[in-house]
């Protein structure tokens, strides 16, 4: 079952725009939600979580338990900020979590 | 500085080979994870470990096994090979407890012909 759904592949905008990734997820206990990107030839890498309620980058992202979404955002695109975007959901079952990530998103942010 | 070191950038196997991808972490992280990410379906966990020889299924196991026989060390294994699991394989290690961050390695682009 899907449990994080990221419901755009790709996502293009403007430098200066701002920017909503969006995400969506089903779990019935606590979550623990985080979002990950992958630049260009790098590993992939933690943005942010949203225990921390922290400024990444310029990247923030709500935990909102109502509408089970954790969308990303920032208000001024930059060309830097191109990359894969994961949503990703730590489940416990068992003695220990897993991680389970959404498909991703891809952001493309155009000069 | 966190280190997730998969042994191979690219390989190249013959369908019914038996695989072996190695992923090593040297920072005492309990919890190890391997997942392969495709376009389109984003990254799909395999198989976890959160202590040596401990293992649990993820959403994708058949076709693979795991091996955890020290802390540092996890291993993906295709028992035979085929071309549906031509991929890109990440290995990721955590430490335990709630919110920590996953450190993935560079990745392994499995090409199976």
């Known amino acids: 079952a899907q449990r994080v759904t990221q419901p755009e592949k790709l996502l293009s905008v403007f430098k200066g725009a701002p920017v909503e990734l969006k995400c969506n997820y089903s779990?019935?206990?606590?979550?623990?939600l985080f979002w990950y990107v992958q630049y260009s030839r790098q590993r992939l890498q933690l943005l942010l979580r949203h225990i921390s309620r922290e400024s990444i980058k310029g990247f923030t992202a709500d935990l909102n338990k109502g509408e089970t979404s954790f969308h990303l955002k920032k208000p001024f695109a930059q060309e830097e900020d191109s990359a894969m975007y994961y949503c990703a959901l730590t489940l416990y079952g068992g003695s220990q979590g897993n991680l389970i990530f959404g498909k991703g998103t891809k952001l493309s942010v155009k000069p | 500085d966190v280190k997730v070191t998969q042994s191979s950038r690219y390989l190249v196997k013959r369908t019914g080979e038996k695989v072996f991808l190695e992923c090593v972490q040297d920072m005492d992280h309990e919890n190890m994870f391997w997942y392969r990410q495709d376009p389109g379906l984003g990254l799909r966990l395999i198989y976890f470990s959160y202590d040596v020889k401990m293992k649990e299924k993820g959403d994708i196991p058949e076709g693979y096994s795991v091996s955890r026989e020290k802390k540092e060390r996890f291993s993906l294994i295709l028992e035979s090979a085929s071309t549906n699991q031509t991929s890109m394989y990440l290995c990721?290690?955590?430490?335990?407890?709630?919110?920590?961050?996953?450190?993935f390695g560079q990745g392994t682009r499995l090409t199976v012909v």
């Open positions: 779990y019935s206990g606590s979550p623990e």
């Open positions: 990721a290690s955590t430490p335990p407890g709630a919110n920590t961050e996953a450190f």
